[in-house]
Structure formats: structure tokens, C-alpha cells
């Protein structure tokens, strides 16, 4: 799934700044008036500026496609490894395969070996769009754009520990937390501050699918288990 990003034209470098999903999320009200950029944070130091009715501002999108992995040898020839979204999990190494990452840290903290045969649970995450909203530490709260229907997560500007299941019980934890120096309304407003607006990030994880590992025309590929019927 493809997921476009927008950007200030004139933001965009060799490291850009936070994407929006939509142009509209790099309005941000202040005092007076508008600025074009980000509520909070460092990015809003280094890249607000001014926003009047009327100004003509150039953005550019940018569409995330899947990534592709590819084996390459110096004289330009090369082997595509893998194309599907799963498939990029299973690792061929020395004696057969395991399931995880070529390299680095996440190679010596999930790999684990991998046989012909074996079934394996994946679950999917499917992003949507990040929303703006203004909260107050009693619970109210004013809406900068709409609620995306479906989703299962939502967390507070990229904080693990904001963590809800539902907008709803994000609310319900800023105006009631049930342990409140752990709390949705504890992270959002440290300093007491009266409100403070922040981008929610949603999210619709899926219950968990098994995929049964198998070499296929010497090709070896995950394909996804039927479910048991009952």
C-alpha cells in the first residue's frame, strides 16, 4: 500500500522535515493570525514562518512505494531477491534460511532460524492519516481535521507511551487517567500547560495470519495458510 507524503517545496533537502498527509496539516494557528509549519518542537523553531490569506505556497508530494530488495554485482549484473511484502523476512544463509533482517541490530535481535515448513504468524498495519487537535487537560479538545473510521491505534505525536486503542480512550485518559503519572494527559501536558496541540498518529493493525514457509520453483516464498473451518 502506497502512502503519499506532502512537503513545503521549499523544505525539501537532502533530509526533509516531518511529511503531512495533506497540505493543510502545515497550517497552524497562533496569536493573530497563521504560520505555515509545525506546533511544537524543533522543527517548528527551525522552519515556521509567517502565513496570511492569501499567500500562494508551492508544496510537493512524495508516494511511498514498497521496497524491493536486490542482490548486485560490480559489473552491473544483478538478482532481484525479493518483491513481495513478506517475502523480505526470510534470509538465506549458510545451510538454509533464517527469518529476519540482512544486517545490523535488528539481524542479532529477531533473527531465528527458518525451515521448509514452518508457519509463521505475520500481522499487517495499515497507516492512516495523521489528524491535528488541540487538547485541553479536562478532556475537551477542538478537531483540525476527521477521525479516520477503523482504526485500533493511535498514539500522540510519535509517543510510544500515548498509546490508545480508540480516539475515545485517548480522550478518557486525559480527562480521567486511571494512573495519572503514567498517563495520556501526564505526557501531553508536562508543564500544565492550559492546552497543547499535537498530531495524532492512527493506525489499523490486523489480528494475525499464518504463512506457511515453502520453496517454490527453487524459490523460496511465504503463502498464507488457509483458515481452519469450524
Known amino acids: 500500500m502506497s502512502q503519499l ?12 522535515p516531518p511529511a503531512r498527509s495533506a497540505p493543510d496539516g502545515f497550517i ?12 511544537s518542537g524543533e522543527d517548528r523553531d527551525m522552519h ?3 502565513l496570511a490569506v492569501g499567500d500562494v505556497i508551492e508544496f510537493v508530494s512524495c508516494e511511498r512505494l514498497p521496497d524491493v530488495e536486490v542482490t548486485f554485482r560490480p559489473d552491473g549484473s544483478y538478482d532481484p531477491v525479493s518483491y513481495t511484502h513478506l517475502d523480505v523476512y526470510k534470509r538465506q544463509v549458510l545451510g538454509g534460511f533464517e527469518l529476519g533482517y540482512p544486517s545490523g541490530e535488528d539481524r542479532d535481535m529477531h533473527n531465528q532460524p527458518l525451515a521448509v515448513g514452518d ?3 505475520f500481522v499487517s498495519c495499515e497507516r492512516l492519516p495523521d489528524v491535528e487537535v488541540t487538547f485541553r487537560p ?3 479538545y477542538d478537531l483540525h481535521g476527521a477521525i479516520p473510521p477503523g482504526h485500533n491505534v493511535v498514539i500522540v505525536d510519535g509517543d510510544i507511551d500515548t498509546l490508545q486503542q480508540s480516539f475515545d480512550e485517548l480522550v478518557s485518559d486525559i480527562r480521567e487517567p486511571k494512573d495519572p503519572g503514567f498517563s495520556a494527559r501526564a505526557m ?3 508543564d500544565g500547560e492550559p492546552e497543547k496541540r499535537v498530531t495524532l498518529e492512527f493506525a489499523n493493525w490486523s489480528d494475525p495470519q499464518s504463512f506457511l514457509f515453502q520453496v517454490v520453483d527453487d524459490k523460496p516464498a511465504f503463502s ?3 483458515a481452519q473451518k469450524h
Open 119 to 121: 508457519v509463521i504468524e
Open 5 to 16: 507524503e506532502w512537503f513545503p517545496a521549499d523544505w525539501v533537502d537532502e533530509v526533509c
Open 28 to 39: 497552524v494557528p497562533v496569536l493573530g493570525g497563521f504560520e505555515l509549519g509545525y506546533p
Open 188 to 190: 501531553i501536558f508536562p
Open 48 to 50: 515556521n514562518q509567517p
Open 224 to 226: 498464507p495458510v488457509p
Open 138 to 140: 479536562d478532556g475537551s
